[in-house]
T-cell receptor, first 116, second 112 residues
Framework: GAVVSQHPSRVICKSGTSVKIECRSLDFQATTMFWYRQFPKQSLMLMATSNEGSKATYEQGVEKDKFLINHASLTLSTLTVTSAHPEDSSFYIC????????????FGSGTQLSVL | QQQVKQSPQSLIVQKGGISIINCAYENTAFDYFPWYQQFPGKGPALLIAIRPDVSEKKEGRFTISFNKSAKQFSLHIMDSQPGDSATYFCAAVTGGGNKLTFGTGTQLKVEL
């Protein structure tokens, strides 16, 4: 099946720094990727939809300036958490749809962000 | 507003037993219903999915039952194994869209 690679898998940073998370579709092209946030023992909450070559669409309540999304190519989307604070600590997951494979969405392995 | 309700929140099943997880939805525009399995520290993995024009879909030990009139669907895991211990999420997608609405998740533990 299609593979979505997410990097890094775990990051620890100091409060006030910025962290970039990469999401790559390895064997397919994805014009659209999605970024989710998941707190312990909770469901996935969609943060934003990343569109290749255009601005991302953010869900209500998600700060655009805090969570910067760039989708510069058909295989790469990045999420940058700017000026991270402890409350941004969470599990971030990306997903992408293989356009040749119907409606199946494939997920990355997630990034555990811990802000000290 | 929680558009997809999932139950139970947690479930303990003996090895070889049947695990059953239920979901209910409100939005009749949903037309694709996938189930995901998630292990700790990992992203969700697609297990099985169904469209509302069929009432049941089976893949190996996993079966989805779908009741369109009741707006309910369920996942059955036959011959449950310890390796099935994970969190399971149901989800729903509107037509032509990519946006998944997830259920709240069920933590399954299969005991020996």
């Amino acid at each position: 099946g299609a593979v979505v690679s997410q990097h890094p898998s775990r990051v620890i940073c100091k409060s006030g720094t910025s962290v970039k998370i990469e999401c790559r579709s390895l064997d397919f092209q994805a014009t659209t990727m999605f970024w989710y946030r998941q707190f312990p023992k909770q469901s996935l909450m969609l943060m934003a939809t990343s569109n290749e070559g255009s601005k991302a669409t953010y869900e209500q309540g998600v700060e655009k300036d805090k969570f910067l999304i760039n989708h510069a190519s058909l295989t790469l989307s990045t999420l940058t958490v700017t000026s991270a604070h402890p409350e941004d600590s969470s599990f971030y997951i990306c997903s992408a749809r293989d356009l040749t494979g119907g409606e199946k969405l494939f997920f990355g392995s997630g990034t555990q962000l811990s802000v000290l | 507003q929680q558009q997809v309700k999932q139950s139970p929140q947690s479930l303990i099943v003996q090895k070889g037993g049947i695990s059953i997880i239920n979901c209910a939805y409100e939005n009749t525009a949903f037309d694709y219903f996938p189930w995901y399995q998630q292990f700790p520290g990992k992203g969700p993995a697609l297990l099985i999915a169904i469209r509302p024009d069929v009432s049941e879909k089976k893949e190996g030990r996993f079966t989805i039952s779908f009741n369109k009139s009741a707006k309910q669907f369920s996942l059955h895991i036959m011959d449950s194994q310890p390796g099935d211990s994970a969190t399971y999420f149901c989800a729903a997608v509107t037509g032509g869209g990519n946006k998944l609405t997830f259920g709240t998740g069920t933590q399954l533990k299969v005991e020996l």
